[in-house]
């Protein structure tokens, strides 16, 4: 958690310039305008919270995300449904997710660990046997985000962080943790998100 504090003081400059720019955002543009944040059911620990993220949707797409019950992540894909701020700014550098260092001091991620997935995702991932996400906490960044999948399945990346949580020690645990963040701040350094 003082890690996640830390970034967030160290990141505040970066956090105020994003929200400048989806404030001009939204005053030239009536179909971006909307709240700055929003919030997504995710599972952790197998608890279901309110994953924080700044706004990338237009306010359309999004109410048409809730009425559907869905999630962001198809949504985004139409870059129709997409702000300028979210197109240009928080999506190809994942800015959109530095809100979740929040989720990080309330408790409900970890830094490092599986990508928290919607609530129906994961009953239809316990019901082919796979029941991981209930029980370790999901992180911010874990090996799939930063492999970029490399044609490896998201789930097996995941399957295979859990299973180094059982076998490495502590220490052992906390390098591999700190291997995974140095290469996710490598992927946003090089602009690696979702390119539209």
């Avoid at 197998?46 to 019950?69: H, I, N, P, V, Y």
């Avoid at 409900?108 to 082919?128: I, Y």
């Avoid at 020690?169 to 946003?188: C, E, K, N, P």
Wanted: charged share 25%.
């Amino acid at each position: 958690m003082s890690v996640a504090a830390a970034l967030l003081a160290l990141l505040s400059p970066l956090l105020l310039l994003l929200l400048l720019a989806m404030a001009a955002d939204m005053a030239w543009s009536k179909r971006d305008r909307g709240g700055f944040f929003y919030l997504e059911p995710r599972i952790s620990r197998g608890r279901q919270f309110g994953l924080l993220k700044f706004r990338t949707l237009r306010r359309a797409a999004l109410e048409q995300m809730r009425r559907e019950d869905g999630h962001a992540r198809l949504y985004e894909a139409d870059t129709s449904n997409l702000t300028w701020a979210g197109r240009r700014l928080l999506k190809p550098w994942y800015f959109d997710e530095l809100p979740q260092l929040l989720n990080v001091l309330r408790g409900d991620l970890s830094l490092v660990g599986p990508r928290p997935w919607p609530p129906e995702m994961v009953r239809r991932q316990v019901a082919e046997g796979r029941d991981y996400r209930n029980r370790v906490m999901a992180g911010l960044t874990g090996p799939a985000q930063v492999t970029k999948g490399d044609g490896i399945p998201y789930e097996d990346l995941d399957s295979a962080y859990v299973e180094r949580c059982t076998t490495l020690s502590g220490w052992g645990l906390v390098r591999y943790d700190l291997q995974i963040l140095r290469r996710t701040f490598a992927v946003v350094a090089r602009g690696e998100g979702l390119n539209y």
